[in-house]
């Protein structure tokens, strides 16, 4: 297994709807294991492949609940359902969250709060998840990047200002820039 560089938005990869898996192949199983690698040594909470610069559809994800309890896997072509958006503005204290591929910063964003996400898993077996909560939101968030979009896409006018002064100060926002956990110091 191999931490893998994440790419920085404005990398064409993250920008372009990632392609459905054919085979779970060796390749397929090396990447997935990459992946569960980099995602906890950045941290984070999801990873998908055109994060780490492969266009396919695929995403890791874990969490731990309140309670402690682990919540961890990879869904291959996913599907993804969601409860119609609770109208109104995000709370900034609970509806927060970031991206690895926009390290270092958090903004509000409405997202909803059950989804139903299917798949295959590894061993080309269905899954099935049924989530609320932040279990949802990750769901949603990963599940965006394998469409080519980013979180910061969907901010407000006034958070989506602050990202683009905050990407041209930072020198992100073109192809070809990535970080890599544990080597850069990037506190995502």
């Not at 984070?44 to 961890?72: E, F, H, K, N, S």
């Not at 099935?128 to 910061?152: C, K, N, P, S, T």
């Amino acid at each position: 297994m191999a931490v893998l560089p994440i790419r920085i938005m404005g990398d064409p990869v993250l920008h372009a709807p990632a392609s459905p898996v054919g085979e779970i192949t060796d390749e397929i199983r090396t990447l997935v294991a990459d992946m569960f690698e980099t995602m906890d040594a950045a941290p984070g909470v999801g990873l998908a492949a055109p994060q780490v610069g492969v266009g396919l559809r695929i995403y890791t994800y874990t969490y731990q609940d309140d309670d402690g309890a682990p919540w961890r896997g990879v869904v291959i072509n996913p599907e993804l359902w969601m409860r119609p958006l609770e109208p109104g503005e995000p709370d900034p204290d609970e509806e927060s969250e970031g991206c690895l591929s926009f390290p270092g910063e958090r903004f509000p964003l409405r997202r909803s709060d059950a989804v139903l996400v299917t798949g295959t898993d590894l061993e080309g077996e269905p899954v099935r998840i049924e989530v609320d909560g932040w279990r949802a939101r990750i769901m949603q968030h990963e599940f965006d990047h394998l469409d080519g979009i980013l979180y910061i896409d969907r901010l407000s006018d006034s958070d989506w200002k602050t990202v683009q002064k905050l990407a041209r100060k930072r020198g992100w926002g073109r192809p070809g820039q990535f970080w890599t956990p544990g080597v850069d110091d990037i506190d995502a």
